[in-house]
């Protein structure tokens, strides 16, 4: 039966004096190494074949300890399985590859069968310390691994990876928000005089099949990946790095659908409301109902939105809010002229009075609603142009008022008087508060949507 053994070719043998360090150095610059293996196909590995590569799996493989082994990585991301914003991490899944040269397992395949590749247990390899700097959770990769070694000893290891990694995230924009992670790949024990890190595929190929890997639905899209190599210096050490650059986007359908969408709706049906007469009772209760909705709203809508940071949706549901109090304030402000103008009017101050003329005149827009609630109050918004002001007007007023009571006592004429002049500071009062009405309705609209619009503008860029 052929045995597998392991032999060194035109290597010197080491005096009996000479130290292992000694010989390990000083074994055969440009010497070959090359494993016998005649019937391989035939009986199997021997395990004795490889004892000798075994036992080194303590020391880094190289002939020569003054050239850094060079270790080539890639990965591929499988899953994005949760962003945590609170926690500022990233959950994914990598296949990992690492490759590296071991110039002690070495066969000729045309004397093993044609065969040029086997698979070792990894326990049995020397492996480098690859690390990502942003993990944040026990490794849980599973054990027994196995690695791929062919007959000119590159030996390949792959292994799946869980990566909980630290990721500095901005919310900012949520839900419409890209984030940025990192994942950096370094040595935690060898020195760039020991080990050199490379990337073994090129990054666009790295993404690219990454994109066409990750078949989940999730939450996030990835949208590219992108490396760069540095040295991180600590002390009089330096380490090489390769950090890969992960970038990821957040589908919005959800939150749209069940944050902006809702909020929308509400603060629609508030603005809405001002076509209710301004002399309803209903429409101060109205407005006080959607305010308490918006409310419950906002409580039930917490659990979706980042408990870190200020992100631009929590100030837009604050802006919701604060054009819903102040439209609720403009309906009681109202509510008190009306009342107020029907109770015990006060004279009209001149600023007012042209102000009123102003806004009621025909060029002027005013709303149409509040009239249906005039009835019985004075005249149509549409006779105010011709209004004069209140002292000039009483006086125009009780020349008929005196040619139609002649026969009448003259108590009772000036109490009519009294009454019309009233009844005029009334009116005037009435369409100074329609006219108020409509004008804080205009400013509510411009405001809001000036406050949508921008909002949509900053989500945009």
């Keep these: 039966m052929a045995r597998f053994l392991f032999v060194q070719k035109h290597q010197p043998v080491p005096s009996r004096g000479t130290p292992l360090t000694g010989s390990l150095l000083s074994a055969g610059r440009g010497d070959t190494f090359t494993i016998n293996c005649s019937g391989f196909d035939q009986y199997g590995v021997d395990p004795a074949a490889f004892q000798a590569v075994f036992d080194r799996k303590a020391f880094r493989p190289v002939v020569n300890y003054s050239i850094p082994t060079r270790v080539n990585i890639s990965f591929t991301m499988s899953a994005i399985v949760e962003v945590d914003a609170q926690l500022q991490l990233m959950t994914s899944f990598l296949w990992l590859n690492v490759i590296w040269y071991n110039p002690f397992i070495r066969w000729n395949p045309e004397e093993c069968g044609g065969i040029r590749k086997i698979s070792i247990a990894a326990e049995n390899l020397w492996l480098p310390d690859i690390f990502i700097e942003e993990f944040m959770d026990v490794d849980q990769t599973a054990t027994g691994l196995m690695a791929y070694v062919n007959s000119e000893g590159l030996i390949k290891y792959d292994k799946p990876m869980k990566v909980v990694s630290i990721c500095n995230l901005d919310i900012f924009y949520f839900p419409f928000d890209e984030q940025n992670c990192t994942l950096t790949f370094s040595s935690f024990t060898y020195t760039v005089e020991n080990v050199v890190l490379g990337v073994e595929k090129k990054v666009q190929e790295i993404s690219n099949t990454s994109q066409n890997l990750i078949r989940s639905k999730g939450e996030w899209v990835l949208l590219g990946i992108h490396q760069r190599m540095m040295k991180m210096t600590v002390g009089t050490n330096q380490y090489d790095q390769i950090i890969f650059y992960v970038a990821i986007r957040r589908r919005p359908r959800l939150y749209v659908i069940n944050l902006l969408v809702p909020s929308g709706f509400l603060v629609a049906i508030d603005a809405l409301s001002f076509y209710l007469p301004a002399e309803s009772e209903n429409r101060a209760p109205f407005k006080m109902t959607l305010l308490l909705g918006y409310n419950v709203f906002l409580l039930m809508m917490n659990d979706l939105l980042p408990a870190t940071g200020t ?129 804080l309705f205009r400013l509510y609209l411009l405001f809001m949507a000036t406050s949508v619009v921008t909002v949509i503008i900053l989500w945009n860029t």
């Design 311 to 439: 992100p631009l949706i929590s100030i837009y549901f604050a802006l919701c809010l604060s054009l819903m109090v102040v439209s609720l304030l403009e309906t009681i402000f109202i509510t008190y002229l009306l009342h107020l103008a029907t109770t015990q009017p006060p004279p009209m101050p001149r600023c007012l009075h042209s102000l009123l003329l102003y806004w009621a005149s025909p060029r002027k827009c005013c709303p149409t609603a509040p009239q249906k609630g005039n009835k019985g109050l004075g005249p149509t918004p549409t006779h105010l142009p011709g209004v004069k002001e209140p002292v000039e007007l009483v006086g125009k007023v009780s020349g008929p008022r005196e040619a139609e009571l002649n026969g009448c006592p003259g108590s009772a004429g000036t109490q009519q008087e009294e009454e019309a002049q009233k009844q005029h500071l009334v009116d005037l009062w009435v369409k100074f508060s329609h006219v108020m009405d409509t004008l």
